[in-house]
């Protein structure tokens, strides 16, 4: 039996489309800190030079091709030059090169993380004459920023600017887009950064407004006294108040009478029936718990 191998020296072939591996020899940069935040997706291509037989059973897989991590020191944006190394052991007698542009511009820093409380701002809202934004609720409270730190280093609060189109009546929730300042108040505007979530949700609490009478009555008083002959006075007049639930709960026996008014105890309304629809947030005033600064002045008629 006879074996016969053909050798074709001298040939030359070239593989298409090889991958640039950014993470190949990474310890070069990692042992220092540095991360890298920005790298353009390159392909080269590789020409090879030798024996034909030994190439013509080569691919792209046979090979690595890695910047050259060796002048990296610090953060900013580099241009490296590329390497290739081979990955197979059948490359005796052949040459590599990379055929064409050989450099890539890779972008390092050190990469942290930043978590900013989210600020609700409602400057651009118009409510409707009667109503009053009684108070927001956020999905979510923080939000957490990962990049590098040149960046992260500018940012100082994070706010959710709610808008709505027309006047608010009633309450809504509106998906808002997470912007973010700087401490002189200039927007900030990512380029490496990423972040947990670039929105939230913000719930607008719409309340009706009600003006109440206040009506004063006199308790341990003689049974035939005669309030009449009282001369007294009230610290506060009647005003418009927030309603505790909106319109859609009024209870129509004592009119709602919110429970936001401040110097006076509340109990519940003993005009509701059991199965009133706003029975938890309908009440009236107790008078005997005014304290002093709200009682009414007895002044004897002269």
Request: aromatic share 8%; net charge negative.
């Amino acid at each position: 039996m006879a074996v016969t191998i053909v050798v074709q020296p001298g040939t030359t072939t070239t593989i298409y489309n090889v991958p640039v591996d950014f993470t190949y020899d990474s310890a070069a940069y990692t042992s220092r800190g540095l991360s890298i935040v920005n790298a353009e997706e390159k392909t080269v291509n590789l020409k090879l030079s030798g024996d034909g037989y030994t190439i013509g059973s080569l691919s792209a897989n046979d090979f690595v091709v890695y910047p050259d991590w060796s002048s990296v020191r610090d953060s900013g944006e580099k241009s490296l030059r590329l390497q290739v190394r081979s990955q197979s052991t059948l490359l005796t007698g052949v040459s590599v090169s990379i055929d064409g542009d050989n450099t890539v511009d890779v972008v390092f820093d050190v990469v942290e993380e930043k978590t900013l409380p989210i600020q609700v701002t409602t400057n651009y809202l118009k409510i409707a004459d009667g109503y009053i934004l009684y108070g927001t609720d956020i999905s979510k409270e923080t939000v957490t920023l990962s990049g590098p730190s040149t960046e992260l280093s500018k940012v100082e609060t994070c706010t959710a600017e709610v808008t709505y189109n027309g006047e608010l009546t009633s309450p809504v929730t509106l998906d808002t887009s997470l912007r973010f300042y700087t401490r002189s108040g200039r927007e900030v505007e990512f380029e490496y950064t990423t972040l947990e979530t670039d929105s939230v949700e913000v719930t607008l609490q719409v309340y009706k407004l009600a003006t109440l009478p206040v009506e004063v009555s006199f308790i341990n008083a003689p049974r035939d006294f005669d309030p009449s002959v009282l001369v007294y006075s009230l610290s506060k007049r009647p005003s418009m108040w927030p309603a505790r639930s909106p319109r859609s709960t009024v209870c129509p026996p004592c009119r709602w009478v919110p429970s936001t008014f401040p110097p006076l105890h509340w109990i519940r309304c003993t005009k509701c029936p059991s199965n009133c629809p706003a029975a938890s947030v309908c009440w009236t005033t107790s008078p005997a718990s005014r304290s002093a600064s709200t009682a009414p002045v007895w002044k004897p008629r002269p």
